[in-house]
């Protein structure tokens, strides 16, 4: 960590100094000049943010209320099991889709909803390359082809337009991903999906609570898909949720999370009609993410508020270029994003994240280190044991070497993260921006 440490400092301030001018360090520098709210925190100044965050414990009674009644059954199976229906109920109060199945995680939801799509071998499905890797980890156990779409510029989410180019006869599906919690075009998307008879799959892993253009997130796409992991708005350490309403989908989210079952179904002649894996979450789990979901709304209209104070607070800053959020939607902000514009600016990136730090600001440089299909895995094409089989039957020419989406590597060279929790106050993120606002002024070119 840089902040707080005298040797990183130096080697910090020596390293930037030769494209620092000596004026605009002049007045940091001298001596005796701490109350300059210009200082920076590297060279001695005080900090833009001062306050303590506290975020509240993120479980507490009504987790405990569920854990309690759970303790009581003669069953911690999902199938009937109370928990799982009330998880289910709750869910539907916020995402009001008909088939609703709990399972293990947002990659598992992923995945089932790419199996009941039925994605087939070298079939191509399109998705963004600045993403968690459950995005497509689905598609490749499906033996299906994942092809990289560019992001736009201030968005980081599908470039319709650049979907569109990509589109081939191989293309059966979209995966949009609502990165931060932000919304992508759904409109867009959906209209170039019944153009070409696509099937749209949300990736709402990020996005708990969000609204597009008033819809609540999921229920634009055929499927929605859901992360419970640990990071995410809420959570029982690792779990998902698929769901639909489409009737030809919605028994097949069932066999393909849970070992081909159709549970609760009469049986159509026994025996296995569909292989699959078992991505079940228990009736634990489904009692914790019961406990949570009751704590939803608040979680995403605090984060909704904070991200958009902050937007509102750094938008006029030369060189930032902060969330671009449509304003009919409703973004949560699993974390904050904004750009830099380098040529703006007499230090990188990184170097401005590190400032921005040392300022008390909670910012990293970076979201995940290069486009998916930059990653040794994709560019080896070794996906299993070593190989692709997709490839290797000539049911593909994807190179993910020669792959590229220019913006989305801009994006990544670029971008700086903001921490937003629900436990921040509006007087903590005016403080943020205004670190990023003196950082800003004092390294503007
Ligand atoms: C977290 C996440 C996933 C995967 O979810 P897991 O529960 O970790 O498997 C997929 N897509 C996005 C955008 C995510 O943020």
Same mark, same amino acid.
């Given at each position: 960590?840089?902040?707080?440490?005298?040797? !990183?400092?130096?080697?910090?301030?020596?390293?930037?100094?030769?494209?620092?001018?000596?004026?605009?360090?002049?007045?940091?520098?001298?001596?005796?000049?701490?109350a300059?709210?210009?200082?920076l925190?590297?060279?001695?100044?005080?900090?833009?943010?001062?306050?303590?965050?506290?975020?509240?414990?993120?479980?507490?009674?009504? @987790?405990?209320?569920?854990?309690?009644?759970?303790?009581?059954q003669?069953?911690?199976?999902?199938?009937?099991?109370?928990?799982?229906?009330?998880?289910?109920e709750r869910?539907?109060?916020?995402?009001?889709?008909?088939?609703?199945?709990?399972c293990?995680?947002?990659?598992?939801?992923?995945?089932?909803?790419?199996?009941?799509?039925?994605i087939? +071998?070298?079939?191509?499905?399109i998705?963004?390359?600045?993403?968690?890797?459950?995005?497509?980890?689905?598609? +490749?156990?499906?033996?299906?082809?994942?092809?990289?779409?560019?992001?736009?510029?201030?968005?980081?989410?599908?470039?319709?337009e650049?979907?569109?180019?990509?589109?081939?006869?191989?293309?059966?599906?979209?995966?949009?991903v609502?990165?931060?919690?932000?919304?992508?075009?759904?409109?867009?998307?959906?209209?170039?999906? $019944?153009? !070409?008879? +696509?099937?749209?799959?949300?990736?709402?892993?990020?996005?708990?609570?969000?609204?597009?253009?008033?819809?609540?997130?999921?229920?634009?796409?055929?499927?929605?898909?859901?992360?419970?992991q640990n990071?995410? !708005?809420?959570?029982?350490?690792?779990?998902?949720?698929?769901?639909?309403? !489409?009737p030809?989908y919605?028994?097949? +989210?069932?066999?393909f999370g849970?070992?081909? %079952?159709?549970?609760?179904?009469?049986?159509?002649?026994g025996?296995?009609?569909?292989?699959?894996?078992?991505y079940?979450?228990?009736?634990?789990? %489904?009692?914790?993410?019961?406990?949570?979901?009751?704590?939803?709304?608040e979680?995403a209209?605090?984060?909704?508020?904070?991200?958009?104070?902050?937007t @509102?607070?750094?938008?006029?800053?030369?060189?930032?270029?902060?969330?671009?959020?449509?304003?009919d939607?409703?973004?949560?902000?699993?974390?904050?994003?904004?750009?830099?514009d380098?040529?703006?600016?007499?230090?990188?990136?990184?170097?401005?994240?590190?400032?921005?730090?040392?300022?008390?600001?909670?910012?990293?440089?970076?979201?995940?280190?290069?486009?998916?299909?930059?990653?040794?895995?994709?560019?080896?094409?070794?996906?299993? %044991?070593?190989?692709?089989?997709?490839?290797?039957?000539?049911?593909?020419?994807?190179?993910?070497?020669?792959?590229?989406?220019?913006?989305? $590597?801009?994006?990544?060279?670029?971008?700086?993260?903001?921490?937003?929790?629900e436990?921040?106050?509006? @007087?903590y993120?005016?403080?943020?921006?205004?670190?990023?606002r003196?950082?800003?002024?004092?390294?503007?070119?």
């Amino acid at each position: 960590m840089f902040h707080g440490s005298p040797i !990183h400092r130096r080697r910090f301030v020596a390293g930037a100094s030769g494209m620092m001018m000596a004026g605009a360090f002049g007045t940091a520098t001298r001596a005796g000049q701490s109350a300059d709210p210009a200082r920076l925190a590297i060279h001695d100044g005080s900090k833009a943010v001062q306050q303590p965050v506290r975020r509240a414990p993120r479980w507490g009674e009504p @987790e405990r209320e569920r854990l309690e009644a759970m303790l009581g059954q003669g069953s911690l199976f999902y199938w009937n099991g109370p928990q799982t229906k009330l998880l289910i109920e709750r869910f539907r109060t916020f995402c009001p889709l008909e088939y609703v199945q709990t399972c293990s995680s947002g990659t598992a939801a992923i995945h089932i909803a790419v199996a009941a799509a039925g994605i087939e +071998l070298g079939d191509e499905v399109i998705t963004s390359p600045v993403t968690d890797i459950g995005t497509v980890i689905g598609v +490749l156990y499906q033996g299906g082809v994942p092809v990289f779409a560019d992001v736009g510029a201030g968005q980081c989410n599908l470039d319709v337009e650049d979907v569109r180019r990509r589109i081939t006869p191989k293309t059966k599906a979209i995966i949009p991903v609502h990165l931060t919690g932000n919304p992508c075009d759904m409109d867009a998307i959906m209209a170039l999906a $019944e153009e !070409h008879d +696509l099937v749209v799959i949300e990736d709402c892993c990020q996005a708990w609570g969000a609204r597009s253009r008033g819809r609540p997130i999921g229920t634009v796409g055929h499927f929605a898909c859901f992360s419970l992991q640990n990071s995410k !708005h809420v959570t029982c350490g690792d779990g998902g949720v698929v769901a639909t309403s !489409h009737p030809a989908y919605g028994p097949l +989210l069932q066999r393909f999370g849970d070992k081909g %079952a159709a549970r609760g179904v009469t049986r159509e002649g026994g025996g296995f009609r569909a292989f699959a894996t078992n991505y079940r979450m228990s009736e634990p789990q %489904a009692a914790v993410v019961a406990g949570q979901l009751t704590r939803l709304e608040e979680i995403a209209a605090a984060r909704a508020r904070l991200g958009n104070l902050l937007t @509102e607070q750094i938008r006029d800053i030369p060189g930032i270029m902060p969330h671009d959020v449509h304003p009919d939607d409703r973004a949560v902000y699993w974390f904050y994003m904004f750009r830099i514009d380098p040529e703006a600016f007499r230090i990188n990136r990184d170097d401005f994240a590190r400032t921005l730090r040392a300022e008390g600001a909670p910012a990293a440089g970076g979201y995940i280190g290069v486009p998916l299909y930059g990653e040794p895995v994709f560019r080896n094409h070794g996906f299993f %044991a070593g190989r692709w089989p997709v490839k290797e039957f000539g049911l593909t020419e994807m190179n993910f070497a020669k792959h590229s989406c220019p913006e989305a $590597e801009a994006i990544l060279r670029t971008c700086i993260r903001i921490t937003i929790h629900e436990g921040m106050t509006d @007087e903590y993120i005016l403080d943020v921006a205004k670190a990023i606002r003196k950082v800003a002024a004092h390294f503007a070119v």
